[in-house]
Structures are given as structure tokens and as C-alpha cells.
DNA sequence: CTTGCCTCTGACGTCAGCGTCAGGTTTTAG
DNA sequence: CTAAAACCTGACGCTGACGTCAGAGGCAAG
């Protein structure tokens, strides 16, 4: 398919695809005319990239992890960023989960308060 | 307290101190000099913003959250926001649950055929 | 054949959260 | 009193993941 189908199957924008081969994160064919050609596995491609993007990934290590995690090119020192990588997303979901309980408590008092009598004291 | 020693007793640059004033974070008393003065309760202040920039929240939603989350200013509109980035939050910590176990799956996956053959095939 | 949409390659713009430098004042230590 | 350290206000720089515009070529339909 071309890149302006592969865009609205992902929902990623054309210019985001072209991105992403300029970091090396997305191959394309090129018909004779300089068109870019992607097979249908292109669209798990993208999304997996979008996964690792949300995970707060940048580019770079992304473009390091593909290939183990596509093609399976394990080398010990790519396991080691792996386990890096998610170790980080780990502590990563932690930080965000005090923080919602944080927030899921001034909802609580909040809105208690704000029921009885229109003003809560906190902390 | 001045801003180096608040910055010391944080972790946040000078710098970083006077963008959340200018971003209506944090307010500061001055000394007849123009210098900024800070009570002790800042330092909890700044440490419950860099948990909300940890949760992703874009300084425009601070400054909205904190009058209701410090002050307990809870009118039905706050309370709605409150839940609606609480919402946000949540559903960031799937996506980098999901990232994760991606990433466990292909951990296991590479060092077990580590061990074994050089090379995996996943998907 | 031409109209209209898709695609191409640069290349500059944007936004957030600061870093950093300049040039000047204030506070503190000796 | 003086030198060093801390502080002040601009203001420009930086990074990443794109948005956007310019100018030009490609392609199916009527």
C-alpha cells in the first residue's frame, strides 16, 4: 500500500511515517517512480512503534530494540537495554500511580466537602 | 528560605523555580531587594509539582488543578477536571502496562533462545 | 489531455520545560 | 572593606516529534 493508506489504517499522520523511516524505525519499497510501497505488516509496525512512543521511548532507542524485538536479533547486550527499558517503564508506572491515588484523594475530600459545605481543607 | 536553598532542598534547578512562578505555580514573597522568599511548605509545593509533571500534566492543567488540590477551591467544574486527568492518568498507566509486558514477553522469549539457539522468532 | 488528488523532497515553524549566557545588584564571609 | 557567592531580569538555545508550506512530479478518471 502507499503511505497515504498505511496513515489512515494507523491513524498516524503522513508526515509522522515519514519520520519514522528517517529514523530508521520504518523500511519502505520504493515503486520506480519514488512512490513508498509498505506491506500489510507495516500497520503492526507502526502500532508497535506507537506503543513504545507512548511507553516514552524516544526514537533512538527504539530504532536500537526493533530489530530484537521483530526479528529476534538477541544479543546479550540488547537483553541487558531491554530490561533496562522496561525497568524504567516500571518505575515509570509508579510515579503515575501515587500520583492518581493523589488525585483520586483530593476527589474524594473534594467532593465530600463539597457536598456539606462548600469548602475543604486539605494536606 | 531563597531560591538556591529551595532548589537544593528539592532537587529542582534555580532555573526550574522561577519557570513554575512565571507558570503561576509558585508564588514567592520578596525582600525589599527583589529577592524571592519562600516558606518551608514550598518545598512539599514543588515536590507535588514535579509529581503532577511526572504524571504527564502540562503546566496550563497545574496551575488550573492546584488552587483546588493545595486550597481545597472545589467548585463542580475543578472536581470534574480533577477526574478527567485522574481518567487520563489511568489510562496511561494501561499503556505502559501493556508496553511493559511486551517488553517482558520479549525478554523471556530472547534470553531463552539465548541459552539455546542464537536467534528467536517472535510474533 | 487536463483536472484533481496523491506523493515527493527540502526546509522552516512549533511547543514545553527548562539550560545557559550576559550584565548588573545584593548578601555574606573574612 | 572587599571579594566571592548568590541573586536578579531578559533573552537566546536546545531537544523531540512532528506540523506546515513550497515547488514539483505522478496517476486514474472523464
Known amino acids: 500500500m502507499r503511505i497515504g493508506e498505511l496513515a489512515t489504517r494507523t491513524g498516524v499522520s503522513v508526515r509522522a511515517l515519514r519520520y519514522y523511516e528517517e529514523q ?4 519502505s519499497e520504493r ?3 519514488g512512490q513508498r510501497q509498505y506491506p500489510d505488516s507495516a500497520v503492526d509496525r507502526v502500532q508497535l512503534i506507537q506503543q513504545l512512543y507512548a511507553a516514552g521511548l524516544p526514537s533512538k532507542s527504539i530504532a536500537d ?3 530484537c524485538v521483530v526479528n529476534g536479533e538477541a544479543t546479550p547486550e540488547l537483553i541487558h537495554r531491554l530490561s533496562a527499558e522496561r525497568d524504567r517503564i516500571d518505575s ?3 510515579d503515575l500511580v501515587s500520583a492518581r491515588d493523589r488525585l483520586g484523594t483530593v476527589i474524594a475530600a473534594a467532593t465530600a466537602n463539597w457536598r456539606t459545605g462548600q469548602h475543604c481543607r486539605l494536606q
Open 24 to 27: 530508521n524505525l520504518l523500511a
Open 31 to 33: 515503486s520506480p517512480s
Open 65 to 67: 530494540l526493533l530489530p
Open 92 to 94: 515509570r508506572i509508579g
